[in-house]
């Protein structure tokens, strides 16, 4: 796969009262890859102190994969 090659793409954005919950998928267009590797962001924040919240696990968890393909292509190609 061309993971040196893909970007991170915003697919949606949705807004109700306090929250924002963005959509991603990660994209290449060498390869395709794409559909299988998506997630979201959701931003949350408090009206009286204005102080944000932001819950990115599964985009740190992704970034956290992708780094370590990238350092071991290897690993990759046996799953």
């Known amino acids: 796969m061309c993971y040196s090659k893909a970007y ?3 697919t949606g954005a949705i807004t109700c009262g306090t929250t924002m919950k963005l959509n991603y998928e990660i994209s290449c267009c060498n390869c395709g ?4 590797k998506t997630g979201t962001v959701l931003m949350t924040y ?12 599964n985009l740190k968890q992704l970034i956290k994969e992708w780094d370590s393909i990238l350092r071991d292509p290897e690993k990759e190609k046996g799953n």
Do not use: A, R, W, Y
């Open 8 to 10: 991170l793409k915003n």
């Open 33 to 36: 890859l794409g559909p299988d």
């Open 46 to 57: 408090n009206e009286n102190s204005m102080q944000g919240v932001i819950d990115d696990s």
